[in-house]
């Protein structure tokens, strides 16, 4: 299983979800590798935090370029790649796409961001032209936790009236904007290593969400659901 986290928007928590996707698959005993395709190599010294504390880790790879030789290579050792790409529309995210057999997208109930998300459905709509078995969704990320966000509600209207008939499902879980995503990171720990009982509870709804829809999960490996 090859998941991409990518977006084109800088900063909408790709490597945050990356790196606490990975440690979640490490938890559930599944041998899984990152790919950090960003220069940044911000997962990386999350990495070096939790090896120094001698904290189980995934293995990471940091590359940038042709990384579609890299993935070739670390296929027949990992089944499970998760691959961070950077906030552009960089070469690597595009390879990366083209690989892969899911595309999550996080995204922040910001103007801004959403205007970018138009141009993430013609980047996936150009790559499942080509690459049938890319499925892809998109992550509501950095949510304030406040009962009624006129944002939220904006952005969920927007991708949905604007994906049209794209394949790209929309979550139902979101994540919300905590400090406990950036804490947990400095210290070494994913939020569900973290004593924030909402914020874990949230992000295990995510990955529950992503698991029934996506792929299915077994003692040794992780396939990829058949498209109906
Ligand atoms: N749900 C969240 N709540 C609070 N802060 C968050 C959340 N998700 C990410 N962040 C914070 O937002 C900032 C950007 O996150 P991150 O680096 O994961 O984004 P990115 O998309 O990887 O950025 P880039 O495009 O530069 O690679 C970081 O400070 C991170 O701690
Ligand atoms: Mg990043």
Redesign the pocket.
């Known amino acids: 299983m090859i998941i991409t986290?990518a977006?084109q928007?800088?900063?909408?928590?790709?490597?945050?979800?990356?790196?606490n996707l990975a440690t979640k698959f490490l938890l559930q005993n599944q041998e899984i590798v990152v790919l950090d395709t960003?220069v940044?190599k911000?997962i990386e010294t999350f990495v070096n935090i939790r090896l120094d504390k001698n904290i189980k880790c995934f293995t990471l790879f940091n590359r940038t370029g042709n990384i579609t030789d890299t993935i070739k290579q670390i296929i027949p050792k990992f089944q499970n790649i998760i691959i961070?790409?950077?906030?552009?529309d960089s070469i690597e995210s595009r390879k990366a796409m083209l690989i892969s057999d899911l595309l999550i997208i996080?995204s922040?109930p910001s103007q801004l961001d959403i205007a970018v998300l138009t141009k993430m459905f013609e980047r996936v709509s150009e790559i499942q032209s080509i690459n049938e078995n890319l499925r892809a969704c998109i992550l509501m990320?950095?949510?304030p936790p406040v009962p009624y966000l006129r944002e939220k509600q904006a952005m969920r209207e927007f991708i949905l009236e604007n994906k049209k008939s794209l394949n790209i499902d929309l979550l139902e879980s979101i994540?919300?904007?905590?400090?406990?995503?950036?804490r947990c990171?400095s210290e070494g720990l994913s939020i569900i290593e973290y004593a924030d009982e909402k914020?874990k509870k949230e992000f295990n709804e995510f990955y529950q969400e992503i698991c029934d829809k996506f792929f299915r999960i077994t003692k040794n490996a992780i396939f990829k659901n058949q498209i109906n």
Do not use: M
């Open positions: 986290i977006n928007k800088g900063g909408s928590g790709k490597s945050t979800l990356c790196l960003d940044q911000s961070d790409t950077k906030g552009e996080p922040t990320n950095k949510i994540i919300s904007e905590r400090i406990s995503l950036k990171v914020a």
